[in-house]
């Protein structure tokens, strides 16, 4: 059964307690969740902490699951803040919110279209998750931007990403369409790559808004 | 099998020939087949980026007149250059009886969401899969009779440049409308048909293309069938303007890119079973050579060999050198002039006439003298060079080299083919500019080209002037160069606008045909020389009235202290007053004055660079006025006229001061 929003911001802290800020500990006030709240019963229940003499602690399982907890909250920080462009205070809040739903697989799918990020906006360390170890595993870069790739690297092109229509037409009629392969043949001066069988140059300024896909 | 004049019998039913229009992306082999059909070798006009002009032919088929219409390539029907537009304005308002859809067989499947707008737009398409030859080369298959049944609509293979499929092509365009037409679309998804659907169902004006195709160019804010749909609805469009911004913006984010995929999809299906290609890719030799020509190490030199033997070896020392001298000392000042002023003055008795045709600026003396004897050679050559260079594909590899470049002067890659063209003729390259995609390039195209690159019979000229004297061509190369680059980098820091965006498709590098290159090279001299000849002979016959009335002598005079600070002998005005009427005639008006011997080296190249900056002749001031408008090319007369002089100056001042010449 799926945890509590208070919960999850409980392990969260925990979680930044013990792991970042090398606390033994976290003290419910700094939590800021009071300690007769459920949702520390239905930590403990879980086998996830334990409360001692007021200060929660880990248990092992706990450990793992808000490690996982706190990988949500900052990838949806980050899905706020890249793909739907919502920063600040209201960025922080809908993260909040979101991160509850990132969960069975959706942070899988989040992170790879991310491309694997490994800190939040703020700076902070996003723990690798299992997507992120198969990925470096691979040699897998992900999607990224034609600039990123190396002449003679062979792709699948993922998307477009441009708010001018003319560049983005542009593009469409050279061929440059999500799921053609795409062969990048030399990157300087500009670069040339190859969709089925033509041949085509373009600047630095078209080559980023074309995301990759090894 | 090309005719002149159009006979009774050929005419359809409204009075009218019967017109077929060539229609495709760049690079198809659209004007190969254009000359394969018309058997004509006149207009000739279609090359990647170097003509925005439509050309008009005629054959006869079955006894039947056609008129032929070459296009610029174009990408889409919803256009996004000025050559694109150009195209379109044939579909949209000529009613052509037959379009023949011409691609690229490498590329059917890219190129086939074309002919599925095409049949969309309810069109009469003929679908010519060209360049089959090259396709089985690389082991591509193609079924050809399958691609019919899906489409259908008529399908040839064909190989134009080895006139392969054309008895087809020509069957197929007499015998359309013989056979009734399919009503066939396409169908997008059901959300895309529906939003369709509720446009289309608003619209109640008669086009000539489908309303399905011209609901789905609406949604796409195209602004020109958006104009022509207004102005056709009347009262009710303003109901349907609403709709289609109702519904562009629920589909804001993504439309473009649905329709490209769900094409995409369309095509899909279509070539499933119709297109198949190898395992492995066959590189051949073609290839090669295109990675050597775009690579940086290799690319640069083999860029100053072209260069080299091209522009100065052929150009310059053949052209300018060796052909001029034969045609202009050996034949006009030997043989022609004197037999020509024999003549004349055996016909004319008086003698102020007599002046107007063999005097010192007689119109055959001098008019027929420095354009054939001179001006004609150098632009042949130039013509021919850059004909060839163009058919090998060599151009849009030039461009990705120095787009990098290209970008410090506001300009892209693109402008690599008007800025090369200038070296030929600058009003043509001043036309070409057109092909430029935003009006900033275009302008600073425009002002660059009527600064700092000099026209070939300039070039010519100025060459085989300046290399009688050592260091002197160094001087005026290097003072060319400064001037492109800082007038480029300033124009791009004070003109207002975006940066300009490089793409450019890079077709395969082939042998060109020689047939070909001379077609195109016959082409542009026809269009250089009717161009030039009715303003020589103008001149010639001001420049006489000015001598006859004492005129000349009082702009000499009068020119004479700006001669003298320019450290230049007054007899030099002459040259400038020349070179107001063209370039090449000014940069004449030097040779005569070398050849005379008035002119030191450090004189001879202040004048030569003065002469090359100054105002460019009258056509390319006309071209410039055409395309850009009174006040921009006002403006950079009197910008390019200024810099002249100054730079003049300062050249002067600078070689007096150092003494290099």
Not at chain 2, 340 to 347: L, R
Not at chain 2, 401 to 422: E, Q, S, Y
Not at chain 2, 457 to 463: D, K, R
């Amino acid at each position: 059964m799926k945890l509590s929003c208070n919960a999850e911001e409980i392990l969260e802290a925990l979680w930044i307690a013990v792991e970042e800020k090398r606390l033994p500990a976290l003290d419910p006030q700094y939590a800021g969740i009071p300690l007769d709240d459920p949702a520390y019963r239905e930590l403990a229940e879980r086998a996830l902490i334990e409360i001692r003499q007021g200060m929660i602690y880990f248990r092992p399982e706990g450990r793992e699951e808000g490690r996982m907890t706190i990988r949500r909250h900052r990838l949806a920080e980050r899905l706020m803040m890249d793909v739907l462009n919502i920063r600040g205070d209201d960025g922080n809040h809908q993260a909040c919110q979101f991160e509850h739903l990132l969960n069975e697989g959706v942070d899988v799918k989040v992170c790879t279209m991310l491309n694997h990020p490994t800190t939040c906006p703020h700076g902070n360390p996003i723990p690798p998750g299992e997507c992120c170890h198969k990925a470096r595993a691979d040699g897998d870069l992900g999607v990224v931007p034609l600039t990123e790739f190396k002449s003679g690297q062979e792709g699948e092109i993922a998307y477009i990403q441009t708010d001018d229509n003319k560049k983005m037409q542009k593009l469409m009629a050279m061929g440059v369409l999500p799921g053609n392969r795409i062969i990048l043949t030399q990157a300087y001066p500009s670069y040339v790559f190859r969709v089925g069988y033509s041949e085509f140059a373009i600047d630095t300024n078209l080559a980023k808004e074309i995301f990759v896909r090894k | 099998m090309a005719v002149d004049g159009i006979n009774q019998d050929s005419l359809s039913h409204d009075g009218k020939p019967l017109r077929v229009a060539l229609v495709g992306n760049p690079n198809v082999g659209k004007s190969v087949l254009f000359n394969a059909l018309t058997g004509s070798y006149v207009t000739v006009s279609n090359y990647p980026g170097t003509s925005v002009e439509v050309s008009r032919g005629s054959t006869v088929i079955d006894g039947q007149t056609w008129q032929v219409i070459d296009t610029p390539g174009m990408y889409a029907i919803h256009t996004i250059t000025e050559e694109e537009r150009v195209a379109r304005e044939i579909l949209l308002h000529e009613k052509p009886d037959v379009v023949l859809h011409v691609l690229d067989a490498r590329n059917l499947e890219r190129m086939l969401a074309m002919t599925v707008q095409l049949i969309e737009a309810n069109l009469p398409v003929i679908l010519v899969v060209n360049i089959m030859d090259e396709a089985e080369r690389m082991g591509l298959k193609i079924d050809l009779e399958l691609l019919q049944q899906r489409l259908g609509i008529p399908v040839i293979g064909a190989a134009s440049t080895r006139k392969r499929g054309l008895d087809e092509i020509r069957v197929a365009i007499s015998s359309y409308g013989t056979q009734p037409r399919i009503e066939r679309s396409f169908p997008y998804g059901r959300l895309l048909e529906y939003d369709i659907s509720e446009v289309i169902w608003l619209m109640t004006g008669e086009y000539l293309l489908s309303r399905r195709s011209l609901a789905v160019l609406l949604l796409q804010g195209d602004e020109e069938i958006t104009e022509m749909v207004r102005h056709k609805e009347g009262d009710g469009y303003a109901v349907l303007a609403e709709k289609v911004r109702e519904k562009a913006f629920e589909r804001r984010d993504s439309f473009h890119l649905d329709l490209s995929l769900q094409r995409n999809s369309i095509v899909k299906n279509i070539i499933q079973g119709v297109f198949s290609e190898p395992d492995k890719r066959v590189i051949t030799i073609s290839d090669r050579l295109s990675t050597w020509s775009v690579r940086p190490l290799t690319g640069i030199p083999m860029m100053l060999v072209v260069l080299y033997f091209g522009l100065y070896k052929f150009v310059g020392e053949f052209g300018a050198g060796t052909v001029v001298d034969l045609l202009d000392k050996r034949i006009f000042v030997d043989i022609v002039n004197p037999w020509m002023i024999t003549t004349v003055k055996e016909i004319i008795p008086w003698e102020i006439i007599q002046e107007l045709f063999v005097g010192e600026y007689g119109i055959i003396t001098l008019a027929f003298r420095y354009a054939v004897g001179i001006i004609l050679p150098i632009v042949a050559t130039f013509f021919i060079f850059f004909s060839f260079l163009e058919d090998t594909g060599y151009f849009p590899r030039l461009a990705l080299l120095v787009d990098r470049l290209f970008k410090h002067f506001g300009l892209t890659g693109r402008a690599v083919i008007p800025m090369v063209l200038g070296f030929g003729c600058d009003t043509m390259a001043t036309l070409v500019t057109r092909t430029l995609e935003t009006v900033r390039e275009r302008v600073i195209a425009t002002l660059l080209l009527a600064l700092a690159i000099p026209c070939s019979a300039q070039l010519g000229v100025i060459i085989s002037l300046l290399s009688k004297e050592t260091g002197a061509l160094a001087v005026w190369g290097v003072c060319m160069l400064l001037i492109f680059v800082l007038v480029g980098v300033l124009a791009t820091k004070i003109m207002p606008g975006e940066a300009p965006v490089f793409y450019m498709e890079l077709p395969p590098m082939r042998l060109p045909q020689l047939s070909n290159v001379f077609t195109k090279t016959y082409t542009r001299m026809q269009w250089y020389f009717i161009e030039i000849l009715p303003l020589f002979i103008l001149a010639s016959v001001l420049l006489w009235l000015g001598k006859v009335t004492g005129f000349i002598g009082t702009a000499i005079n009068s020119m004479t202290p700006v001669m003298s600070s320019l450290g230049l002998p007054k007899e030099a005005a002459v040259a400038f007053i020349f070179g107001f009427f063209r370039r090449d005639y000014g940069a004449a008006g030097l040779y005569d004055l070398q050849a005379q011997g008035m002119l030191n080296a450090r004189q001879l190249t202040v004048a030569a660079v003065t002469l090359t900056l100054f105002i460019p002749c009258i056509a390319q001031f006309l071209v410039m006025k055409k395309e850009r408008g009174w006040k921009v090319a006002g403006g950079i007369g009197l910008f390019v006229s200024l810099l002249a002089f100054s730079s003049g100056y300062v050249l002067n001042q600078f070689l007096l001061l150092t003494g290099i010449l």
